[in-house]
């Protein structure tokens, strides 16, 4: 196997220069660090992880809390956060936060004390007080993305604003019989960041704004079935909206579908808009509030390493871009 003293002598340096080039830091020549870099790509050298974090008290690894591993926004999330660890010589480990208290109890008492990672992104999910305080206790940087705590610093998508925005299209196509499609928390629990509680306030505020004093919602779970089959449903009654505002694009998929089962045509009969921009909403023909979720991982990525000081300080602003794209699911009623 080769050592890093093989690598020196093919470089003509020290191996203290050695490690500093591979490792990233420290002042070296660009010139130096290419050779040095080129020695070691020659001679199939790769630097121990477990050395490298013993002489740079560094694991070079970002830990990921994430709710959901098989959803295509958090997988689109991830490959975005990826995109700016790896060309830094960063790993990523993923920790599933599922609702089993022991699973829970075991990451925050267990796993993210073990000192693996130099930082945590926390993504999308919601988190007890006692969490909250665990994590805040950590000897690392966390930087949260779309999380509902204020107590955690983070980067979040304006979501009352998507709902206003969703929903204002869909009135100024002249829609006033309009269902909002998802979930929420009661109106009761008080002021929250939760994402689908956000978006149907937005939605709320939009219709009666435009003098619809009980605004129509119907709840279904974050999946294209679960909007299927509630759909299905609420387009056979006899009072079917002109148009619905399904609070993902994975639920207005379903949405789709319903419509598609019962003869009903799209956007003649019923408007549909989501929220995601999702790969295949183009294909559908969805149209959809933008939310640019692999910038929004990079962007995770550039503030987790800026927190670390391996790049330089991302954007300060902590609101994330979205916008409306309109295609042929959404049109006048008839």
Avoid: K
Wanted: charged fraction near 25%; avoid cysteine; charge should be negative.
């Amino acid at each position: 196997m080769t050592g890093i003293e093989e690598v020196a002598r093919a470089a003509g340096v020290s191996t203290a220069t050695v490690s500093r080039a591979l490792s990233g830091r420290g002042r070296l020549s660009e010139a130096t660090r290419e050779r040095v870099r080129a020695a070691a790509a020659d001679l199939g050298y790769v630097v121990s992880a477990a050395a490298s974090t013993l002489a740079s008290g560094r694991a070079e690894n970002i830990g990921v809390i994430v709710p959901l591993l098989d959803r295509w926004f958090f997988a689109t999330v991830l490959d975005g956060i990826a995109a700016q660890l790896a060309p830094r010589g960063y790993d990523m480990t993923l920790y599933n936060l599922t609702d089993d208290p022991a699973q829970r109890r075991s990451l925050f008492e267990t796993s993210l004390r073990r000192r693996r990672v130099d930082g945590l992104i926390v993504l999308s999910v919601e988190l007890s007080a006692d969490e909250l305080r665990q994590l805040n206790e950590l000897p690392v940087p966390v930087v949260a993305l779309g999380v509902p705590h204020a107590e955690l610093r983070g980067l979040r998508v304006d979501d009352t604003a998507v709902g206003r925005l969703a929903t204002q299209h869909l009135l100024e196509l002249g829609h006033r019989d309009i269902v909002h499609l998802g979930w929420s928390l009661p109106d009761d629990a008080g002021e929250t960041l939760d994402i689908p509680t956000r978006r149907r306030r937005g939605f709320a505020q939009a219709m009666r704004d435009a003098g619809v004093a009980a605004p129509r919602f119907v709840t279904a779970d974050f999946t294209v079935e679960g909007a299927r089959r509630v759909s299905r449903e609420l387009l056979s009654g006899p009072d079917a909206p002109t148009a619905i505002f399904a609070a993902s694009d994975e639920m207005a998929f379903g949405v789709l579908a319903a419509a598609r089962e019962l003869g009903i045509e799209v956007p003649g009969r019923l408007s549909v808009i989501g929220v995601d921009g999702h790969e295949l909403a183009e294909l559908f023909e969805l149209t959809t509030i933008e939310q640019f979720p692999h910038a929004q991982g990079e962007r995770a990525g550039q503030t987790i390493l800026a927190e670390l000081g391996v790049d330089e300080a991302a954007a300060a602003s902590a609101s994330l871009p979205f916008e409306l794209v309109v295609r042929g699911s959404t049109a006048p009623p008839h």
